[in-house]
């Protein structure tokens, strides 16, 4: 009897906002996925907040689905780019994992550094439930981690808008100015820290 291939998918999300962590996510499904949980995987970024809460809670309560999650913090999206801070975040994850996968799939076209087998696949999240999987545990944390330093600092709206660049976040930087989890280096956070010196403690 010839062991199982562990196959891997693994997403990150947070790129894009001005604020706060990138996070990964990494997952193994069963071969066998209950029904209800397999046609409700999908592209976290098509899905309610409510629909990835749920999908998030039954695959941590799904027997043989097996997770790893990392992050990269804003002082490595500092000094390590944005994109190498996400491949960095998904190499975590897919690290902590409890069995080494043979072959990982990644959504995008940037593979992280891992000593196993990767084929990235651009749309994954939409046709690797692993993947999708992956993407909306990854979504659902971070949306979490946001709504918890909003309380910290509130006024940037962190709880709605997880640190895009929304209208009403933009307006709260210029109001009460940068955070110490504001990322320095993106365009209008930038801007603000160099007319107006350190940041928010």
């Not at 947070?14 to 066998?32: D, F, H, K, Q, T």
């Not at 072959?103 to 999708?132: H, K, M, S």
Request: aromatic content about 2%.
């Amino acid at each position: 009897m010839t062991a199982e291939r562990v196959v891997a998918g693994v997403d990150e999300v947070g790129r894009g906002p001005l604020a706060g962590p990138v996070i990964a996510a990494a997952v193994v499904l069963p071969r066998r996925l209950p029904a209800s949980l397999a046609g409700a995987i999908g592209d976290s970024k098509a899905m309610s907040a409510a629909a990835r809460e749920a999908v998030a809670a039954s695959l941590g309560a799904c027997p043989g689905v097996e997770i790893g999650l990392g992050a990269a913090s804003v002082a490595e999206i500092a000094v390590r780019n944005i994109l190498g801070a996400s491949l960095l975040a998904m190499r975590r994850a897919v690290l902590r994992l409890p069995r080494r996968p043979a072959l990982v799939l990644v959504d995008g076209n940037q593979p992280p550094r891992l000593d196993c087998a990767v084929r990235c696949i651009v749309g994954g999240d939409a046709t690797e439930p692993a993947i999708g999987a992956a993407s909306i545990l990854a979504k659902v944390l971070r949306d979490r981690l946001m709504a918890r330093l909003a309380l910290r600092y509130p006024g940037y709206g962190w709880e709605r808008n997880a640190g895009y660049p929304t209208a009403p976040h933009r307006a709260a930087l210029e109001q009460f100015g940068p955070t110490p989890h504001h990322r320095a280096g993106f365009g209008p956070v930038a801007r603000l820290l160099a007319a107006t010196g350190p940041v928010r403690g």
